[in-house]
């Protein structure tokens, strides 16, 4: 396996690097995405939205998006998934694909329950729930995301993510607007229980892609470490991932910025719905720019990322889907300002999407290239956990700030707020360590595993 050029600056040409998104694995990835996308969708836009149409105030909102912890804390079972083998199931399906069908069965069973809870009478029930779809929603990632790399050969790692976004927003689409559209009187009105649990059917892309995709490269992997000590167990399982990235020449400034790039667009995306909701858009239009505006917006976003990344190089690429990311914030800002307008809700869905799609497909190349494939899962889990404490954690002021600046201040505020992440971009850009320790990944991945077939 060799290096690819999507990580190095500005090689390769723009149009030939639409055709791979159709190649067999890349098209599984994409299935994988779907599965992987709506329920976190269910417990951030989705839950935002229907918290504020039963009349939870914006600070308990803001505060409610905590409930996602588990997402930033995933890293710290990822090692039991990479290695832990559930009887039976494991020597049927694999390591991968055991868990994924066991994982998924759960949070199935979550989210209907989640879907029933009434938060606006029983806030506790609604909790737990949502802390239970959470755990097992990010343990559905870890799964996903390690097969995903898995699977992928080097040259198809750019693609198969792009379209592993473009299913993950498909995903979070349908969790979203279909299941507000499910739920809504002005849509079928068939209440948000039923509307959550349908959603929940959003499982099953991710069983067909299993299929067709087969087994990935850990379960060659994993036979390097057969019949080993405990203390051995414990050093590869639980201290190797760590002590391998933090290896890496600039691995603390990397980790920093994983933490921060995407900080501002998160602390906006929290804070969306409940504006939405006291502009005074009605159900109906907003569900129909979301369907329409949003839709084709998420393809063109998605589908530019890998063409970009083969144009642009990775640094490069980074730079220019953080500068537009912080440039939809603002078309927020304009939407606020004017109030309940269709016009710069079109604007700004649009640009949303389209800059949203783009930055979140690179932003994933990049740390995909960074797990090294002896350690996919703990890795992969540790790098998008941290991104996500900016989702979780760091964002959960929203709701306070929105209400202490008024909206049109606080989409200002979450421009500047992504500063910080692109000083320190420059910085690892600067310094070569946005293609280093890609190359120090894929380096040990190949001293730890059996070439692919």
């Not at 063109?300 to 490069?316: C, D, E, I, K, Y």
């Not at 783009?358 to 996919?376: D, E, K, M, N, P």
């Not at 929105?402 to 310094?431: N, R």
Request: net charge neutral; hydrophobic share 55%.
């Amino acid at each position: 396996m060799t290096t690819g050029s999507t990580f190095e600056e500005g090689k390769g040409g723009f149009g030939a690097a639409l055709l791979p998104y159709l190649k067999p694995r890349p098209l599984a990835a994409l299935l994988l995405g779907i599965s992987s996308g709506f329920p976190l969708a269910l417990l951030l836009g989705t839950m935002t939205f229907w918290l504020a149409k039963v009349g939870i105030d914006k600070k308990t909102i803001g505060f409610a998006i905590g409930l996602t912890t588990p997402y930033t804390l995933k890293f710290l079972w990822a090692p039991l998934i990479d290695r832990l083998k559930l009887p039976i199931l494991t020597g049927i399906f694999g390591q991968r694909r055991a868990w994924l069908f066991t994982v998924q069965a759960l949070l199935f069973v979550s989210i209907w329950m989640l879907g029933a809870s009434q938060p606006e009478l029983h806030l506790g029930v609604f909790a737990f729930w949502a802390i239970a779809t959470a755990f097992l929603g990010a343990t559905q990632d870890i799964i996903i995301d390690a097969y995903r790399i898995e699977i992928l050969s080097e040259d198809e790692l750019a693609h198969g993510t792009a379209n592993n976004q473009f299913g993950y927003r498909l995903g979070a689409f349908a969790a979203g607007v279909g299941t507000i559209a499910l739920a809504s009187p002005e849509g079928l009105g068939l209440g948000w229980a039923t509307a959550y649990g349908l959603t929940g059917f959003c499982i099953i892309p991710a069983i067909i892609a299993s299929f067709w995709a087969g087994s990935g490269l850990h379960d060659r992997v994993i036979a390097t470490h057969q019949r080993q000590s405990a203390g051995a167990w414990i050093q590869s399982t639980l201290i190797g991932p760590f002590r391998e990235f933090l290896k890496r020449r600039g691995a603390v400034l990397i980790l920093l910025f994983v933490l921060i790039y995407k900080l501002g667009d998160a602390m906006g995306q929290s804070m969306l719905n409940p504006m939405i909701v006291e502009l005074g858009f009605s159900d109906t239009e907003f569900i129909a720019i979301n369907k329409v505006i949003g839709f084709w917006g998420l393809i063109v976003g998605t589908a530019l990322s890998a063409p970009l990344l083969a144009w642009l190089g990775m640094g490069r690429a980074l730079f220019v889907s953080g500068v537009l990311m912080m440039i939809s914030n603002l078309t927020f800002a304009i939407l606020a300002s004017q109030g309940h307008s269709n016009l710069w809700l079109t604007i700004a869905v649009a640009t949303e999407q389209v800059t949203s799609g783009l930055g979140l497909s690179i932003f994933v190349v990049y740390l995909s290239g960074l797990s090294s494939l002896a350690y996919t899962a703990t890795q992969f889990a540790l790098l998008s956990a941290l991104a996500g404490v900016g989702r979780t954690w760091l964002s959960t002021p929203a709701g306070w700030a929105a209400e202490e600046l008024g909206w049109v201040g606080f989409w200002v505020m979450t421009t500047v707020v992504a500063i910080p992440g692109m000083i320190l971009l420059w910085v690892l850009w600067q310094k070569g360590f946005v293609v280093e320790s890609v190359r120090k990944a894929r380096a040990g991945a190949e001293e730890a595993a059996p070439a692919k077939d």
